[in-house]
């Protein structure tokens, strides 16, 4: 299973995940307390070991801001959170280097949220609640018996609740909010949560 830690913007914060080695962190491009600029982010890329994948999130996003991005090196995936269609990706896929995944994040309330997930083009799936960034989880219960290739699992994922969603075996674990205190990510709750999982494999 791979971990990874949303929501970076502080040099700090680049500096605790290297402690751990997540395999993915995330830099969010969107409306958010946790948006970075691309200087930032550019900063925070050079302060990570490099084993360390990045995310940029995107929200409806411009085409050419993102493809900029990749070529400049400051993200090794993408992840599409907003309303992005199928002909998005599919012109956005044309537009990024070859070896850049394209993640979509999906709201989830039942089982055939998972089932349209399922269909779409990109290399994987975020399964979260609602918008996202809410802390909250939705009904895991729908993913007990079939746990889609290529998951990511996020939406309330915690220190307190991370063995039972290591327990569902998704492809990556998704963390933002649930290894933070007062919104400012937290060394020790990144150390236990990390620890945690790759205790399960």
Same mark, same amino acid.
């Given at each position: 299973?791979? =971990? ?6 502080? +040099?700090? #914060? ?10 993915? /962190? ?8 946790? +948006? /970075? ?11 990570? %070991? ?8 995107? &929200?409806?996003?411009?085409? #050419? ?5 990749? @070529?400049?090196?400051? =993200? %090794?995936?993408? @992840? ?21 995944? =394209?993640?979509?994040?999906?709201? /989830? ?21 609602? *918008?996202?960034?809410?802390? @909250? ?24 609740? =991370? ?10 674990? %998704? ?9 400012? *990510? #937290? +060394?020790? *709750?990144?150390? *236990?949560? &990390? @620890? ?6």
């Amino acid at each position: 299973m791979k =971990i990874k830690i949303c929501g970076l913007f502080r +040099r700090e #914060d680049a500096l605790y995940v290297n402690e751990t080695l997540p395999d993915y /962190v995330g830099f969010v491009f969107a409306e958010s307390r946790r +948006r /970075v600029t691309p200087e930032t982010a550019a900063e925070l890329k050079r302060l990570l %070991d490099p084993r360390i994948k990045t995310v940029g999130v995107f &929200v409806n996003a411009d085409m #050419d801001f993102i493809a900029d991005l990749t @070529q400049r090196g400051i =993200i %090794d995936a993408v @992840q599409l959170h907003g309303t992005e269609n199928e002909e998005y990706a599919r012109e956005l896929r044309g537009r990024i280097p070859a070896e850049i995944p =394209i993640i979509k994040a999906f709201s /989830v309330s039942c089982g055939e949220d998972i089932a349209n997930a399922e269909k779409f083009p990109c290399d994987f799936m975020l399964l979260d609640n609602g *918008k996202g960034g809410t802390g @909250q989880s939705f009904s895991w219960e729908l993913l007990r018996k079939n746990m889609p290739e290529g998951t990511f699992l996020a939406g309330g994922v915690n220190t307190e609740n =991370i063995a039972e969603a290591a327990e569902l075996r998704p492809y990556c674990i %998704d963390v933002s909010s649930g290894v933070e205190t007062n919104g400012i *990510k #937290d +060394r020790e *709750k990144i150390l *236990k949560l &990390v @620890q945690t999982v790759r205790n399960c494999k």
